[in-house]
């Protein structure tokens, strides 16, 4: 029986390892990481290089480790301080993930990974029953629930068809093989990143078609919501519909930031690239010749996950009517089940999904854990 269990070895489940680790709530060998990749990050890692991303958008203070100022501590040993971006010093990519690297080898994350695909979860006395697809089983705890819930946007029906058309994040898409003209349709930092990337590979042949002009915002929200400037109000809100809303208005979707906007211009300009804007209802007649690239985004369709619909249905689990989990101040869905990520985010915020979110999550998960293990000795003694 382990202490604790982690589904999910993305961003959120490596920094909620992490922070259970450093702040000595359990050690490495009572330690669960159950993910279906070979090892931490991978889809992370495929996902940035696909999009041929540069510079992350989050600053410098937002990573998997516990000191905020790890990583730039990291950067100044390695003689890599010109890696940053900016006033916010956001980080190159290849930096973070060295870092990242680093801190996963520092607290030995690779003694707890466990290569496999959850299949369900039930409650039993001693805590909770996972069973893998593989048949087998893991009984923890300690539950923590890092999944990632987010689906590639259906491109349209008319173009299914289309041998040429893909989701940017179809595993079957091959940017150095593909035939040409391309079509990036989308408006946001996933389709700045790739067209900055395919312009490069093929001047002159790339198009970027958006439903609208470009957005330019430094962050995905405001950075108020890092803190109690915005999130005071948002946690009184009683209303788990309410604050659906306002974590959906404050979230600058299709944005882009200001050296992207500047660089995706510049390629216009020079005729590596061409700009269209497009109605909604335009995207159904896109030519089919060449490749066209859809980068709309995610859905996040937690009712067609398997795992959580039975979870929620065995367990009586309480959701809001979005479906999404309501959940205590610790992240706790029931008695010794945490969730982070998209799942946290009615109490997190519009930040849960990010980096930012994956270490507000884990700091509550944790703080939560001490509280109630001082509690604990406190009535013992």
């Given amino acids: 029986m382990k202490e604790w269990v982690i589904i999910g070895g993305g961003i959120q489940g490596c920094t909620a390892a992490t922070y259970l680790i450093k702040h000595n709530i359990v050690s490495i060998h009572d330690l669960m990481i159950i993910d279906p990749h070979e090892e931490p990050l991978m ?220 660089k995706v211009k510049r390629l216009i300009q020079d005729r590596k690239l061409s700009l269209q804007l497009i109605e909604n209802d335009e995207r159904e007649s896109i030519d089919k010749e060449g490749t066209t690239i859809f980068a709309t985004g995610f859905q996040y369709r937690l009712k067609q996950k398997a795992i959580l619909s039975h979870l929620i249905q065995a367990e009586n689990l309480p959701c809001s009517e979005c479906g999404y989990p309501l959940v205590s101040e610790g992240l706790e869905w029931a008695p010794c089940l945490h969730v982070m990520g998209a799942l946290a985010e009615l109490e997190i915020g519009p930040i849960a999904r990010n980096i930012s979110g994956a270490r507000h999550a884990a700091e509550r998960i944790v703080n939560v854990h001490k509280l109630n293990r001082n509690r604990y000795e406190y009535k013992e003694g």
């Avoid at 889809?43 to 480790?65: A, C, N, Y």
């Avoid at 150095?176 to 312009?199: F, N, W």
Wanted: with cysteine; charged share 25%; aromatic share 8%.
């Fill in 43 to 262: 889809e992370w890692k495929w996902r940035t290089k696909q999009i041929g991303m540069e510079f992350l958008r989050s600053p410098s203070v937002h990573h998997i480790d516990v000191n905020p100022y790890s990583l730039q501590k990291y950067a100044k040993s390695k003689n890599l301080s010109e890696r940053f971006f900016g006033p916010y010093k956001r980080p190159g990519l290849q930096l973070f993930n060295d870092h990242s690297e680093e801190i996963l080898k520092e607290v030995e994350m690779n003694k707890a990974w466990l290569k496999g695909t959850a299949k369900k979860i039930k409650r039993i006395n001693e805590g909770w029953e996972i069973q893998l697809s593989s048949e087998r089983i893991i009984i923890c705890k300690h539950l923590i629930l890092a999944l990632n819930i987010a689906e590639c946007t259906e491109i349209p029906s008319s173009l299914k068809e289309n041998n040429h058309c893909y989701h940017v994040f179809d595993p079957r898409l091959d940017v150095t093989t593909i035939p040409l003209p391309v079509t990036v349709v989308g408006g946001g930092i996933t389709a700045a990143h790739l067209v900055i990337k395919l312009a490069s590979m093929y001047p002159g042949k790339v198009t970027l078609q958006m439903r609208h002009s470009f957005r330019v915002k430094d962050f995905d929200s405001d950075p108020g919501w890092l803190g109690p400037k915005l999130l005071t109000d948002f946690h009184k809100l009683d209303s788990d519909q309410r604050r659906r809303e306002v974590i959906q208005q404050a979230r600058n979707r299709g944005s882009v930031t200001g050296e992207l906007y500047r």
